[in-house]
């Protein structure tokens, strides 16, 4: 057996001590499967006092996390700090400026600054590896840069953030509003005291613009995504959907058209046989469309100590083995340069809802508009009858440009029968 | 961009013409992700007349496989010949013998002779791969073997032969029997002339093989597995099923216990929940249980052209990146030798069905013996009565031991009121 593979560790929260509890308890197949022990020889951290509940005796501690990275003694890196500036990217750029590989969970440094770090890694050569960045412990980075190589892929789509997913679930299951889901899930910990990162669709854009990048060969671009989180979805809209066959999910989803990649986050209506619809809970999926595999599906847990833990080890046994990837599939010169198709560009299917008074003549007010911006309907129901009082009133329609439903849009909330603005949710293939 | 690699391709069935197929439409991308070109230069086939539905211009022939793992032209051999014995083993055995990396689709061989194969692969340094030979497009291989390289794997679960699986869903969405929809499956072409290799388990059994081999690092073994195929599942057991909130899959188990490691093939009632309940038709998917990732679930199409050519080109392409992974996770001195528990030591919760003459007595008479074998009934259920008819008895047990169901069996067969012979089927997590 060689020579061990000795790591420094940034970070000693719950991935950190996650990751020493993973290297510790399975050395031994570790050791087997990477060819050679891979040995925690120290860390950084801020708080040299605080109870990690795994034991820190024999780790070289350093203070400031780049330090880690001149650490002599220190064959790879794991920043496991997170946030897109400081000293997490501080340490992946100075291992990376030492040539050492460095291994991350820090799914906002790769989204924000991935494709400059990338170049960075590219062209001295460095190993940057990012598994646990995207879907906790589910290999979806592995298969899509490896498993899948030798597909086009066309099309993915994911439940990227396991609050969000937990939320839409419990709201469905117990037919209760957003806002007291939410505080419950405050309490229980599955989301955090200010939770806009989660439920605003920032995480889950952040891991698609990885997945985007992946899935078409291309450097990451945070700033061509289109992202809208789960605020402004009611209950009302997921009885709805029930009635339709459909349920509602946050979907992070990347395209190849003909006009480029469109990539997205916001609420989607699916198919509920679809297999995506049935990820509950604090589960992650991901759907990969490939031209010659077809549908792949990946499910896990997509956060924890745990799955993270994995998948940064797993990283780090490629890089015993010296096996090596390029960042974004292939080397940069090799990348495509696929444009960005804007959210305006859009076409698909669409739900809509309106709360409008219950008078003659509302329904053909709507659908007038609806014909003049040349959207076709698929489906009208209205149930129940208050004269006079707001009833709501669901529309299906074709495929349809989403500039023009967005002009619609804009058209029907003018319309003074329509009580409340409209609530509108594309649906999806799943 | 370096030296291409020569490929020479054995076997122009299905899936060696995908392969050609995919290495051709997508030639800039593979090239992309491999960091050179993937270009077929030779082939061996028997008939050179037959029209194959892609153009074989420029390849070399060669009449013998064998001969292309002598061809001093080619880099790397993929057989897509099929078959334990005869030109596909020859074949794989002198690839290595020559010291060319060579990728197969064939499940039999490796399932059977894969132990003593992958041996001289590792002695002679050549790479040996497979993704192809487990759930066609699926990257479960690579799953196993890097992407949870991580973790103890304590459990894996499989939907892996898409023929039983498009049976068991036909019949009961439709209510059938099982004859008539094998009937069907074979007239539409889902299901061989001869199906026996299909329904008796033995496919699922040599993936299952392969599969326990990497999930627990020890070289495989197909003789220590148990096989029972779908012929015995009948109508009114997946009805029964559905009452008790069950699904009737074919599913290839392999689990790790304290006494070892346990591999079995076997019709299975898993909870409708459970996210392998609702993997219907041809797709075949996999769930493995790591310590630290928790539960992980793949799920796709498991044979065809497409996705077995994206699963062999995908190894091909890691020959060309020379990413290397010892064939079982680990290089054999460091492998495990872990013991296999027979099937008699199995222990779960079982289902039983009884064809009773409607007699008082007869429950008295079964659960008599239940007991005396230390069996523990959880439910029991007898719908409708036809006083001296032939009526169905459903038990379900708790926690049983295989010997122990199998002794009551026997003895419950030979009561003078049981008229058929009893259905037995385990009942698993999903």
Redesign the interface.
């Known amino acids: 057996?060689s020579a061990p593979l000795k790591v420094g560790i940034a970070g000693l929260g719950t991935v950190g001590a996650?990751v020493l509890r993973?290297l510790r308890?399975?050395a031994d197949?570790?050791?087997?499967?990477?060819?050679r022990p891979i040995v925690p020889v120290a860390v950084a951290a801020r708080d040299r006092t605080r109870e990690r509940g795994v034991p820190l005796t024999g780790l070289r501690w350093h203070d400031d996390p780049v330090a880690l990275a001149a650490d002599p003694d220190v064959d790879a890196v794991a920043e496991l700090i997170g946030g897109a500036e400081g000293p997490a990217r501080a340490l992946v750029e100075a291992s990376i400026g030492a040539g050492r590989p460095v291994v991350t969970a820090n799914k906002a440094l790769i989204a924000i600054h991935g494709a400059a770090i990338a170049a960075a890694a590219e062209a001295r050569g460095v190993t940057l590896a990012f598994?646990a960045a995207v879907a906790?412990?589910?290999?979806v980075i592995?298969?899509l840069?490896?498993?899948?190589?030798?597909?086009?892929i066309g099309r993915i789509a994911g439940i990227l953030n396991g609050t969000c997913n937990y939320i839409l679930t419990v709201m469905r299951e117990q037919g209760r509003g957003f806002d007291e889901v939410l505080a419950d899930a405050q309490a229980l910990g599955y989301a955090e005291a200010d939770p806009s990162f989660d439920i605003d669709g920032v995480d889950a854009a952040h891991k698609l613009a990885i997945l985007a990048a992946l899935a078409f060969?291309r450097p990451v671009d945070f700033s061509a995504l289109h992202v809208e989180g789960i605020r402004q979805v009611s209950a009302i809209d997921i009885a709805f959907a029930r009635e339709l066959g459909l349920r509602i999910k946050l979907l992070g989803i990347a395209s190849r058209g003909p006009r480029g990649i469109e990539a997205r986050v916001h609420p989607c209506m699916v198919p509920e046989a679809s297999?995506i619809a049935?990820?509950d809970g604090v589960f992650n999926a991901v759907v990969i469309e490939?031209?010659?595999?077809?549908?792949?599906?990946?499910?896990?847990?997509g956060a924890?100590a745990?799955?993270t833990?994995?998948?940064?080890?797993?990283d780090l046994?490629?890089i015993a083995?010296d096996?090596?990837?390029?960042v974004w599939?292939?080397?940069a010169s090799?990348?495509e340069a696929a444009p960005s198709v804007p959210m305006a560009a859009h076409t698909g299917p669409y739900y809509l809802r309106l709360m409008v008074l219950d008078r003659p003549g509302v329904i053909a007010d709507v659908t007038a508009i609806l014909r003049d911006q040349g959207v076709s309907l698929e489906s009208m129901l209205q149930r129940g009858r208050s004269p006079g009082e707001a009833v709501p009133v669901v529309l299906t329609t074709h495929e349809t440009g989403e500039a023009a439903m967005q002009s619609a849009l804009s058209r029907i909330a003018a319309l003074p029968t329509v009580v409340e603005p409209p609530a509108m949710i594309r649906i999806e293939p799943g």
Chains 1, 2 share one sequence.
């Open positions: 057996m996650g993973v308890d399975n197949l570790i050791a087997a499967r990477a060819g598994e906790g412990g589910i290999p592995k298969t840069r490896e498993g899948l190589a030798a597909n086009r060969g297999p049935r990820v490939g031209d010659f595999v077809g549908r792949v599906m990946l499910e896990g847990r924890g745990g799955p833990a994995s998948a940064v080890v797993a046994i490629d083995r096996r090596r990837t390029p599939g292939a080397a090799a990348l």
